[in-house]
């Protein structure tokens, strides 16, 4: 079992920057695979970002690549997600995600085995 805690989220202006993170607990962390996902008002949790359990992986949609960066740090069991040049589409709640080893290219929310609870994000002037 894998226990997953977010948080950094808050309210930014446009263009402004913000870095989620995720503390994870429970075994074997370094085993999995993580993501980012995201759910706006009224539309459907979607994948913003993963990471293989090595870290030497990484995958992005595309309406973010350029602008976030998903890292990990297996020794203090943290997964962080670093987000610049929001945009008020970026607002969302995000929620960070566990596999056991799997694929970075899989976006479907289904593929995950655990979530945290989510962080507000709201990008706003």
């Known amino acids: 079992q894998v226990q997953l805690v977010e948080s950094g989220g808050g309210l930014v202006q446009p263009g402004g920057s913000l870095r989620l993170s995720c503390a994870a607990s429970?075994?074997?962390?370094?085993?999995?695979?993580m993501g980012w996902f995201r759910q706006a008002p009224g539309k459907e949790r979607e994948f913003v970002a993963a990471i293989s359990w090595i870290g030497g992986s990484t995958y992005y949609t595309d309406s973010v690549k350029g602008r976030f960066t998903i890292s990990r740090d297996n020794a203090n069991n943290a997964v962080y997600l670093q987000m610049n040049s929001l945009k008020p589409e970026d607002t969302a709640v995000y929620y960070c995600?566990?596999?056991?080893?799997?694929?970075?290219?899989?976006?479907?929310?289904?593929?995950?085995?655990?979530w945290g609870q989510g962080t507000q994000v709201t990008v706003s002037s």
């Open positions: 995600a566990a596999r056991y080893r799997g694929s970075v290219t899989t976006t479907t929310t289904t593929s995950y085995n655990y």
């Open positions: 429970g075994r074997t962390f370094s085993s999995y695979a």
